[in-house]
């Protein structure tokens, strides 16, 4: 039986990211046969077999490689028992909104359409290869929860920092946060956080998650500075090849 989470008309993934009842792929990075599968949005927790049905229509499609985004123990299992094995953790840090922040040093502004080549631009030189993003994954970022924020800081009509913030209910995530090399220490990624830590609290969410890579100190320390604080559990990005 045909998989509707895989686009079943070309070869590879379509660009346009489908979703069965349990699973969501998506092209990785706007490569046309290594996908992103991810739980899907809605209650019902993904099961194996739901996976396993996903990864053969991808290995019929002539993808040789699947990735997941970050995903906590719970989300991982279904996904480790169809196969998938570990690429790399990942630090999880959470924060009370409840707890006093900074109003921003920077002034910041919505994100237009203009405005998304200037952040690819921060984001390629902020993360290496792997990591960085192409306009693809910075819009599925944006569209991970029901609502978000997309904050940019412009000087001399230079995009050199940008965030996105999203929310699902009470709770909130810090999808991304690039600032341009060279410019960090004055403050623009705290500017950009604090920015969200207001929208966030104003929409009547309690709590931020954000992840990072264990090795990113940098980052560890920018996110412990406003407030975060490191949890026990990590999270896992996950691997598939046929």
């Not at 002539?62 to 123990?73: D, E, F, H, K, Q």
């Not at 840090?93 to 921060?122: C, I, T």
């Not at 693809?136 to 996105?164: C, M, S, W």
Request: aromatic share 8%; charged share 25%.
């Amino acid at each position: 039986m045909d998989n509707p989470a895989v686009d079943l008309h070309t070869s590879g993934i379509s660009a346009r990211p489908s979703t069965s009842s349990r699973v969501r792929v998506s092209r990785w990075r706007g490569e046309r046969f290594i996908a992103q599968v991810s739980p899907s949005r809605g209650h019902r927790r993904t099961e194996t077999l739901d996976v396993v049905r996903c990864l053969e229509g991808l290995r019929s499609r002539g993808v040789y490689r699947a990735l997941t985004p970050a995903l906590s123990t719970w989300d991982a299992q279904p996904f480790l028992e169809a196969g998938f094995g570990l690429h790399e953790y990942l630090h999880l840090l959470s924060r009370p909104l409840s707890q006093p922040f900074d109003k921003p040093r920077h002034k910041s502004r919505p994100g237009a359409p203009w405005h998304r080549q200037g952040a690819l631009e921060v984001d390629a030189a902020s993360f290496e290869p792997f990591w960085r993003f192409d306009l693809g994954a910075l819009n599925e970022a944006r569209r991970a929860t029901p609502t978000h924020r997309f904050r940019v800081i412009v000087q001399d009509k230079t995009v050199v920092g940008y965030a996105i913030v999203g929310r699902a209910g009470t709770r909130g995530y810090l999808q991304r946060l690039a600032v341009r090399p060279g410019l960090e220490g004055q403050g623009l990624g705290t500017s950009l956080i604090n920015d969200g830590f207001g929208w966030l609290r104003n929409k009547g969410a309690s709590e931020i998650l954000v992840n990072t890579q264990e090795h990113n100190s940098r980052a560890l320390g920018l996110y412990e500075h406003v407030g975060f604080v490191l949890q026990t559990e990590k999270l896992s990005v996950l691997s598939w090849t046929p």
